[in-house]
C-alpha cells in the first residue's frame, strides 16, 4: 500500500521485481539506476549476507504526472529467487503497490519460472493481496541467448491473466524500461481509483 509524506507532498510506491534466480531483476534495477539522472534518484542500497542480496532504491520520475497535487515516488525493490529464501522474499511483497515478474526466457528455465510465479501469488496471498488484481507485469528477459522459448510460448505458460508483457535483455537495457514505465503507468491507475 502507498505511503503519503504530506509535509514533501509525496506518494511513494513500491514496485517489487519478483522471479527465479539469476533471471535478471538486479541486472534491471542496475541499468535503471545507472540510467536515471542523479537528482531523481536516492541511494542504490544493497543488503546482502553472505547467501542472499535485495537491491533497492527509490526515484522521482519526470513525465508520470501527480495526483491531486502530489508527485509520485517509486521505490523499487529486487527480492532474492533462490526457493531457500521464501521468508525474504515474503517479507519484502508486503505493502507492494506492483510486481513486475522477471522471467528467464531460457528453455531449462521454464520449471523454475513457473514456480516462483506460484512462489509469488501465494506470498501475496499471504498478505491479502490477489495477483489477479494488482498491478502486475511480466518481462520475458535474457531473449538475447540462443537456447529461449519464444515469446507468444512464455506467454502461454506464463500469462494466463492476459497482463502486458515485454521482450527484455536487461544486461543491455532492451525493455527495461518499457516494463517499468508500465507498472508504473498501472500504479499509478491503481491510486488514481482510490484518491
Known amino acids: 500500500m502507498s505511503f503519503i509524506n504530506y509535509s514533501s507532498k509525496e506518494i511513494n510506491c513500491k514496485i517489487v521485481y519478483y522471479g527465479p534466480g539469476l ?8 541499468f535503471i539506476y545507472k540510467k536515471t539522472a542523479p537528482d531523481k534518484k536516492g541511494k542504490l542500497i544493497s543488503l546482502a549476507t553472505e547467501t542472499e542480496r535485495t537491491l533497492f532504491f527509490d526515484f522521482l520520475p519526470l513525465a508520470l504526472g501527480d495526483i491531486k497535487g502530489f508527485k509520485v515516488r517509486f521505490h523499487l525493490y529486487t527480492v532474492p529467487g533462490q526457493v531457500f529464501y521464501a521468508a525474504s522474499r515474503k517479507l519484502i511483497l508486503k505493502g507492494c503497490d506492483g510486481i513486475i515478474f522477471v522471467a528467464d526466457s531460457q528453455v531449462e528455465r521454464a520449471e523454475a519460472n513457473i514456480e516462483s510465479l506460484d512462489d509469488l501469488a501465494f506470498n501475496l496471498e499471504e498478505h491479502g493481496f490477489d495477483l489477479n488484481t494488482m ?22 505458460m506464463l500469462n494466463n491473466r492476459g497482463v502486458p508483457w515485454f521482450d527484455c535483455v536487461a544486461v543491455d537495457g532492451t525493455g527495461v524500461f518499457e516494463t517499468l514505465k508500465d507498472s508504473a503507468r498501472q500504479v499509478i491507475l491503481e491510486l488514481k481509483k482510490n484518491y
Open 23 to 30: 533471471c535478471g531483476k538486479t541486472a534491471n534495477l542496475q
Open 135 to 156: 498491478p502486475f507485469t511480466l518481462q520475458y528477459n535474457k531473449r538475447d541467448l540462443p537456447n529461449v522459448v519464444p515469446s507468444d510460448e512464455m506467454d502461454q
